[in-house]
């Protein structure tokens, strides 16, 4: 018998806020899905969705939930049960056919209803998992009616009837009678059924993607609902910028040719213009250009994505854009760090240590960025590949990487793995309407060249001035560690310039210092010589990068005297200006990027910069055979790029002329190598994760493979464990392990296996000799493993 309707919830209490009744939680996904629309604008990759994605979308968010009816899963929701051990959107799919008269339309919502959380079917070769299929195979009718438990026909009736009058429209018949709780389950069975044999079998590459995108406007519209959270519609990237950058820089003439060129470019650039010459404004005018013409064609905000490689640069990248646009809290960062990030510009605002308030603050703003609200955002590229692994918990990335404009600066050549992944996902971003723009200092031929043939729309080429040289090449007979190389860096010191020193590795770096900084210290005090390598606690890395470029910043004047010693991490992570520098050999690229650390503006004659040959050698553990430079670099290019440097030691650096030199690598032996690895790569990672042939699949065995390639590891040290424990204990939440976070140091992927994993902390802690100048000594050993000492792999 019918009686009065229970109230039936989506959610239970939490947080301090009311339980959320589940017509609620719907209606609010059905406008977070309209939200998205106005966004994200017409997605004409999406077309072959009967009835369009958007009105598909919008009929499963209204939908999605609907199987939480069940009386199991209402007691989960009030504390009576602890689990109710089933999938509330298997049961959801029950009231599709009454309301639904399209069957083609049906299956599409009923596809999204049903993955919204899990996959449909495990991944080909995999054995039993966590899918719906696995879940449920072999089944009867009355088996999952037994299993589902009591369903009660009164709250059918009234969730039949709201979902009737909400699509009362020309998409649903409406007005039709209620199912029986027995029959409601029966249809759920018998849809269930329909999606397996629908989509057991690959599909074409249109209609794979389409259902990814399906999949995602309503996984993330979902998660936009259950965060009460709202997404910016506005694109602060637009109309204005020019204004607002001569304000910035005081002046009306700083616009350059190569600046105006990309800003009239109306589709995808390629930007080869030297560090220092503005590439930055030339990205975002060319983006303004993209902007508008998005928004004409689609109807789209578009978001604008900037993307570099080293997190201190996204930094600097965010914290730069936020006073250009006139407000930060417009600006996101996704990176594996974004909170991080937050809570260290709370902490420079309060001028006071990182409160347990501002990591709460610093937690939200980085959650915020997850669910994709800022419509200007800065990253790694890695958060942009991740939307390869699609599914419940990717796919809403791709969704919002529709109509977008992305900016890729300082795209490297020499990491063919990477670089084939990217370029494997630029040809996807095309498909989706993105512009891209890729702006480099080190671009050789070779790179535009599988840039252009990689997307499927033209690509205009801009090419930047080189201005007056700013370097002159100086080959040093010996490496960067021998004495006669120390004593001739020292005398420079001695002299009171300020002189930047880079080795391949932390542990020649580390050697360096303790030699150099001394006399320096002793003369000028103690933050005249500083130490940077990727092997410090997060906490003293920040430290340090901040007096780094507070004592050495491009436009102080006059430059202090002093000591950097760093790794390839001071590449193109900060912006600092010193009178000379001393490196070890490097890809061609990665020393022309260490160049643009020195006389960086090129106010001043051509700065000195020393190349020391690398000792090259087999690294420990590899029997591949090859040789590297410092245990680094790959050893040909190295060696090739210093026969070229050879024929111009004593020469001041032609900018323009140096993309010759790249393109003499690109063009070798090794050259020819490469571009096999990269287009190896970008085929792998084409098959692997961007055919969409199975959508619905999980794609669980992907993630790590994908995480191998960009994860390394973070740990504490077990001197700092109890620190860590007690930031824990005091705020306990995610607030605390992020004030926590400052005691991590970033390892190696393999360095896993040196450390151990505390399961009351959840953080690998490691023995190790540290000190807060020098960074990581040596890691002692778990029983059965070798030490570590900083400088054998990078």
Known sequence: MRGTAPAVFAKSAQHGRAPELLTDHLLATRDAVRELRRRTGAVAAAAVVPTGLWPVAEIAALAHDLGKVARGFQDMLTGRTRSWGHRHELLSLGFLPELLSNADQRLWVASAVITHHRSLTEPALSGPGSSITAM???????????????????????????????????????????????????????????????????????????????????????????????????????????????????????????????????????????????????????????????????GAVPRVVFTLPYLASINAMATRLGELVGDPELIGVAHSRAASYHLAVASDTDDGPASHAAARKAVSRAAATSLFRETVRVATPYQLLRAALAGPAHAGTLLDLTNSVIILDELHAYDTTRLGYILASAALWDRLGCRIAVLSATLPTALADLVGATLHTPVTAVIGPAGPPRHRIRLHEHPLTHPVTVAEIGARLAADESVL?????????????????????????????????????????????????????????????????????????????????????????????????????????????????????????????????????????????????????????????????????????????????????????????????????????????????????DAILARHRDSYADLLTEHPDRAGRLLGEQYLIPLPDWANGIATYDKHLRVRVIDGDYDDERGLLAVRPVAGTAVYTPGEVL
């Not at 999952?144 to 020309?170: F, K, N, Q, Y």
């Not at 079998?201 to 993607?209: F, I, Q, R």
């Not at 109306?266 to 983006?287: F, I, N, Y």
């Open 136 to 298: 449920y195979t072999g089944m009867t009718v009355d088996d999952l009616r037994e299993d589902l438990g009591d369903i009660d026909d009164a709250a059918v009736g009234a969730m039949h009837a709201w979902l009737s009058g909400m699509l009362a429209t020309p998409s649903g018949i409406g007005g039709t009678p209620a199912p029986s709780a027995a029959a409601l389950v029966a249809a759920a069975h018998a849809e269930l059924s329909r999606l397996r044999q629908q989509w057991r079998h690959p599909v074409d590459p249109g209609t794979g993607l389409a259902a990814v995108l399906l999949q995602g406007a309503l996984t993330l519209a979902d998660h936009l609902s259950s965060a009460h959270a709202a997404l910016h519609q506005h694109q602060p990237i637009g109309t204005g910028l020019t204004d607002r950058l001569t304000r910035h820089f005081g002046t009306t003439d700083w616009l350059r040719p190569h600046q105006r060129d990309c800003g009239e470019v109306d589709g995808h650039l390629l930007l080869r213009s030297p560090t220092g010459s503005g590439k930055t404004e030339a990205g975002l005018l060319w983006a303004v250009r993209q902007v508008h013409a998005l928004a004409e064609g689609t």
């Open 501 to 713: 020193v880079v080795a391949n590795n932390v542990a020649h770096a580390q050697a360096l210092y303790d030699v150099l900084a001394p006399p320096v210290r002793a003369r000028h005090g103690e933050p005249a010589a500083v130490l940077l390598h990727s092997r410090f606690t997060r906490g003293d890395r920040n430290r340090i990068e901040q007096a780094l470029t507070d004592r050495y910043r491009a436009t102080r004047l006059p430059r202090p005297p002093g000591l950097v010693v760093a790794t390839q991490v001071v590449e193109v992570s900060l912006d600092i200006d010193l009178d000379a520098l001393y490196t070890a050999a490097a890809p061609l690229e990665a020393l022309l990027q260490r160049f643009g650390r020195v006389n960086r503006r090129g106010k001043r004659p051509p700065a000195d910069v020393v190349i020391c040959p690398p000792g090259y050698g087999s690294r420990r553990g590899d029997r591949s055979g090859r040789e590297y430079a410092d245990g680094v670099y790959e050893a040909e290019p190295v060696r090739l790029g210093w026969q070229i440097l050879t024929r111009h030691d004593g020469q001041p650096v032609d900018e323009t002329a140096a993309t010759g030199w790249l393109d003499e690598i690109y063009t070798s032996g090794w050259g020819r190598t490469w571009h096999t690895e990269v287009e190896r790569a970008r085929h792998r990672f084409t098959t692997d994760f961007l055919t969409f042939d199975m959508p619905f699949a999980g794609r669980e065995h992907l993630e790590d493979r994908f995480d191998a390639l960009f994860n390394g590891t």
